[in-house]
């Protein structure tokens, strides 16, 4: 029982969880964002399934240590670039999340209705299909992560399953918020093509710093909530006068 008296096991614990709930935003903003596609009444179930099945597979490749190491090993060279499993996971995940994100904003820019959606949108199955598949990308760079901070697999787990509890109580909120307003919906899926385009240039070996990217989102959330008090304001001042 020494471990509860460790202050390192702690920091390293409060440090990886902190890490793995900043890595899954972009896994809750794609998962909100898809199950959209469903009746309403759907939606929190994919999130949840859809999350859930996220946590699984990030304990399974927890449990295969051995494994997650192996996929950085060289796998082939093409054009002089070492390629891995893990690289070509990435470029897939990075060339989905482009796919994906460009129909969407197509579709939202097109004007496409909520009925139409819901009359010729994706199956419960085939919904819970793109989030397994995106769930892979994610959870390996999530997995790596953790095994290069941490070398104790009882603290990679219960960060992971914190931040996952964290990440399942979020997403409503999140795919509520940005359902109410349009604009950041746009936002987010720009974020997604900006998480794919480092996903490909990682994939790439052509690493582009996360905190980079998260400053760049952060900073347009920053400038989209000003945007939406000024709204509200003038919206009130209307129904004021």
């Known amino acids: 029982m020494d471990w509860i008296l460790d ?51 990030r304990l399974l490749m927890l449990s295969a240590l051995a494994w997650i190491v192996g996929l950085t090993a060289p796998l082939a060279e093409i054009f002089g670039y070492t390629l891995s499993w893990r690289d070509l996971i990435l470029l897939l995940g990075g060339l989905f999340l482009l796919y994906k994100g460009t129909h969407e904003i197509h579709n939202s820019v097109e004007g496409e209705h909520e009925g139409t959606k819901a009359k010729t949108g994706a199956t419960f199955a085939a919904v819970i299909g793109q989030i397994i598949v995106l769930d892979l990308v994610f959870s390996i760079d999530s997995v790596i992560t953790a095994v290069g901070m941490v070398q104790d697999l009882g603290v990679m787990v219960a960060a992971v399953v914190i931040a996952m509890i964290v990440m399942i109580a979020a997403a409503g909120p999140i795919a509520s918020f940005i359902g109410k307003h349009p604009t950041t919906k746009m936002l987010a899926l720009s974020f ?50």
């Open 192 to 241: 997604l093509m900006l998480v794919g385009v480092a996903l490909v240039a990682d994939g790439l070996h052509f690493h582009i710093p996360r905190g980079y990217i998260y400053f760049a989102v952060f900073f347009s959330a920053a400038v989209e909530v000003l945007n939406l008090v000024a709204s509200n304001r003038k919206r009130k001042a209307r129904e004021a006068a």
């Open 7 to 57: 202050p390192t096991l702690w920091a390293s614990l409060a440090t990886l969880t902190a890490l793995e709930i900043i890595l899954g935003i972009d896994n809750i903003i794609f998962v909100s964002i898809v199950a959209e596609s469903l009746p309403e009444e759907k939606r929190a179930m994919a999130r949840r399934v859809g999350l859930g099945l996220a946590l699984i597979l």
